[in-house]
C-alpha cells in the first residue's frame, strides 16, 4: 500500500515536498515513481528511484528542478519541487513495482491515492 501526501497550493517559483508512504507488500517492490496528470493530459511519468541502489530517472519538463529521495529507515520516497511552475500543477500519484525501471503509466502495479499540487499566484 502507497499513501501520498504533501498536497499544496504554491506561488511560481516556490517549492513543495510530496511524500509517499509504503507499507505492507512495499517492501518486494524494486522500483517507485512519481506521476502527475494535469488537467485534460493523461498521466506522465515524473521521476523513479530504485528502492536500493543509487540511480535516479526523471522527466525532461523536471530534471534540475525536482528531486526524488528514499528513506529507507521510513520506508517512504520523496519528491522535492523547487523552481515550480504554472504548468506543474497537476495531480501526483506515486506508484511502485518489482521491476527494476519503468516510466510508464503500465510499468506499475502499485498505487497511491492521489495529491494535489497547484502552482499559482
Known amino acids: 500500500q502507497l499513501q501520498a501526501s504533501g498536497r499544496g497550493l504554491v506561488q511560481p517559483g516556490g517549492s513543495l515536498r510530496l511524500s509517499c508512504a509504503a507499507s505492507?507488500?512495499?517492501?518486494?517492490?524494486?522500483?517507485f515513481a512519481w506521476f502527475r496528470q494535469r488537467a485534460g493530459k493523461e498521466r506522465e511519468f515524473v521521476a523513479a528511484?530504485?528502492?536500493?541502489?543509487?540511480?535516479?530517472y526523471y522527466s525532461n519538463s523536471v530534471r534540475g528542478r525536482f528531486t526524488i529521495s528514499r528513506s529507507n529507515a521510513k520506508d517512504t520516497v520523496y519528491l522535492q519541487m523547487n523552481s515550480l511552475k504554472p504548468e506543474d500543477t497537476a495531480v501526483y500519484y506515486c506508484?511502485?513495482?518489482?521491476?527494476?525501471?519503468?516510466?510508464?503509466?503500465?510499468?506499475?502495479?502499485?498505487w497511491g491515492q492521489g495529491t494535489l499540487v497547484t502552482v499559482s499566484s
Open positions: 506508484a511502485g513495482d518489482t521491476k527494476t525501471y519503468g516510466d510508464t503509466r503500465d510499468d506499475y502495479e502499485y
Open positions: 505492507g507488500r512495499s517492501s518486494s517492490l524494486n522500483i
Open positions: 528511484i530504485r528502492w536500493r541502489g543509487s540511480p535516479t
